[in-house]
């Protein structure tokens, strides 16, 4: 940014000759008032205020610091304009730089400025300099002040908010920072002319980078969606590219941390675009995250970002990441959720060096980081309790039940069943308590279940099955659930009854609908067309008991146990004839 323009003291004289001896008497003796007022009240003759403003969506909390490279008088313009122009004339190195040093360095310097003020002698003859120099070069000047060492902090002013009040005539430095892994970007340098032109506010050189997150669902994006274990969940994260043209950065990190809650398999298959266009100089790390047991966290780096964020063809345009993971059946099936969190982790300082490698886990430099965004998605399940017909009802093992999605989609039910801590050695057996007391009152038919140790154990098909019905035994409390399901229409059913009962015929169909947001499922059952509830569903399978022996679908066994009683009753009685028929033909 060019400095303001420069004339010599020596143009009041111009102005001057054209006025009458009335009116210079009459000016001179204001100005000697004016100079006797200033005095007594201990002011600057001209001072300013002014403001720095930042990106709106920029929240961190900035230091500016303002340092007076140059001090001068505040002069009209001949002849005079409306509104009125002053130029800084009398020029003299200001309060916030040891002029001598910073001349000394300027001097020798021939890489930066290649001998521009190689022939300077004073405060003028490098403003002079200064005055001819394009946005670019003023903002390498900029930067050789903040890393010259000659700038004088003890007489520097500073604001958090931007807000700069009586500020004296000159030619300031004004440099900002923001803390790291804040959600800001420093500004760059900013040269300003304070008293010389009418600051109603100073825009800071900065263009904060941001970034949102959806699942997208066909045509449709939304902030949380319902799943089923095995299906997969596509991500889409938007940006744009930053405008950091003119700032001075030498590289510019750009890189998307996406972390993957435990129960979400990252699929390896990021592609970006830049206005539509693919962006194939992207890095990702890890390259995989492995099974979704744990959490896991991956990076997605532009890499010659820099390029992109100077050209004036990108500069503004849209930024797309597209990615998937899977939900696998170490997900969380309660109502919490599965969450997925992004953020933008970019380069927020101009007068940092960000060239060499670029770790985003652990980058050793200055960055900013945008909020958190994050997406959820949940999925759900239906209990089994299996019982006799008894009075209490008595908990069985051994049964077989199958659920049946409707329809052609896949999917990959997971099974949960539960394993009471028992001491095997113990004679009767003692069931280990929460609170590491036994008790031997089993854990069936009791109403506080949790209050048992126990161990939940989970299994699933194998990995990629697009089978639509599984079949799960009940653990031996007569308890199953089936997991991860999501939205969709279920079909549940005995199998097979425990041994020495009769099979439970009656299926039921579930309907699971929701409505997802960020904060609830919203989940929907409907039991065989009844009216829906809001609660999971727990079904009851009731068996009666069979006879000893199993039905065939024939007469069965049974038949012969009453016709061998018969038969035998037969054999007793004729013997019991013949022998009585014996004893009276003996007589």
């Known amino acids: 940014m060019s400095p303001p323009e420069l004339k010599d003291k020596n143009m009041i004289n111009i102005f001057e000759r054209n006025r009458t001896m009335t009116k210079i008497f009459k000016k001179l003796v204001s100005a000697v008032i004016t100079v006797i007022m200033v005095m007594s009240l201990g002011i600057s003759v ?132 923001v803390p790291t892994d804040s959600n800001g970007a420093a500004s760059a340098p900013m040269l300003k002319a304070v008293g010389i032109h009418t600051l109603n506010g100073v825009e800071a050189k900065e263009d904060l980078p941001t970034l949102d ?47 993957f809650c435990k129960g979400l398999k990252y699929n390896g298959d990021v592609k970006v675009y830049i206005d539509g266009t693919e962006y194939t100089k992207v890095s990702v790390t890890p390259a995989s995250t492995g099974d979704g047991s744990a959490a896991s966290t991956i990076y997605i780096t532009l890499n010659d970002f820099l390029d992109v964020a100077t050209d004036a063809s990108t500069v503004g345009k849209s930024i797309v990441i597209e990615y998937s993971a899977t939900l696998t ?36 430099k200055p960055v900013g980081k945008t909020p958190e965004k994050k997406t959820k998605t949940y999925t759900t399940g239906i209990a089994v309790i299996k019982v006799d017909d008894s009075t209490p009802a008595k908990r069985l093992t051994g049964a077989d039940f199958e659920i049946v999605l409707s329809g052609t989609s896949a999917s990959q039910v997971v099974v949960e069943t539960e394993k009471y801590t028992v001491d095997a050695n113990a004679n009767p057996a003692y069931y280990k308590l929460a609170d590491g007391s036994y008790s031997l009152t089993a854990p069936a038919g009791v109403t506080n279940p949790v209050k048992y140790a126990k161990t939940i154990e989970r299994s699933a098909p194998t990995a990629g099955s697009t089978t639509t019905n599984v079949t799960a035994t009940v653990d031996d409390q007569g308890y199953l659930v089936f997991e991860g399901l999501g939205a969709g229409e279920y079909t549940i059913s005995e199998a097979k009854a425990p041994t020495g009962y009769i099979r439970d015929t009656n299926s039921h169909t579930i309907t699971i609908t929701a409505a997802p947001d960020f904060d609830n499922p919203n989940w929907s059952y409907k039991v065989d067309n009844n009216a829906a509830q809001s609660g999971a569903v727990t079904l009851t399978f009731t068996n009666v008991k069979s006879s000893n022996l199993p ?18 009753l037969a054999g007793i009685s004729l013997f019991a004839v013949k022998k009585r028929t014996g004893r009276e033909e003996t007589k």
């Open 46 to 177: 001209f001072a300013e205020d002014f403001t720095i403003s930042k990106p709106t969506d920029d929240k961190a909390t900035h230091t500016y610091t303002a340092y007076q490279i140059f001090s001068g008088t505040r002069t009209e313009s001949v002849p005079a304009t409306d509104p009125k122009t002053y130029y800084l004339t009398n020029v003299a190195w200001g309060s916030g730089v040891d002029g001598d040093a910073l001349l000394t360095k300027l001097k020798a310097d021939s890489s930066s400025f290649k001998d521009d003020f190689k022939d300077c002698t004073d405060a003028t003859s490098v403003a002079t300099v200064l005055s001819g120099f394009d946005e670019t070069k003023a903002m390498s000047f900029a930067k050789f002040l903040i890393g010259s060492g000659c700038l004088d902090s003890t007489n520097a002013i500073t604001s958090t908010d931007g807000t700069f009040t009586n500020v004296d005539v000159g030619y300031y430095l004004i440099t900002d920072s």
């Open 213 to 259: 997150k959806k699942i997208v669902e066909g045509s449709t994006t939304t902030d949380a969606n319902t799943a089923a274990v095995g299906d997969k969940i596509n991500y889409r994260i938007t940006s744009k590219v930053p405008d950091v043209r003119g700032q001075g950065y030498n590289d510019y990190w750009f890189s998307v941390s996406d972390t």
């Open 551 to 568: 039905e065939t679908g024939g007469i069965g066994r049974t038949v012969f146990y009453v016709a061998g009683s018969l038969l035998l």
């Open 329 to 364: 059946k170490d997900c969380d099936m309660t109502p919490a959720g599965n969450e997925n969190t992004a953020r933008l982790i970019f380069s927020n300082d101009p007068n940092e060096d960000y060239s060499g490698t670029f770790t985003p886990d652990n980058p050793g």
